[in-house]
């Protein structure tokens, strides 16, 4: 995970991506936020989403 700041928030993201990829990560876990929860995910006992409160 690298951390990177795009649009004034500050992302998680996996790496390396294209920049199709980034935008559409990006855009998934702004459409998570704002239509299901704020609360972070979880897979397998690991803390696994995209943005820093």
């Known amino acids: 995970m690298k951390e990177e700041i795009i649009n004034g928030v500050k992302y998680k993201l996996p ?5 199709f990829q980034k ?3 990006v855009h998934l876990i ?3 936020w704002k239509n299901i929860t704020r ?3 979880v897979n397998k ?3 696994n989403d995209g943005k820093d409160l």
């Open 30 to 32: 702004n459409w998570k």
């Open 45 to 47: 006992k690991k803390v």
């Open 15 to 19: 790496s390396p991506l294209t920049d």
């Open 39 to 41: 609360e972070e995910g």
């Open 23 to 25: 935008e559409i990560y």
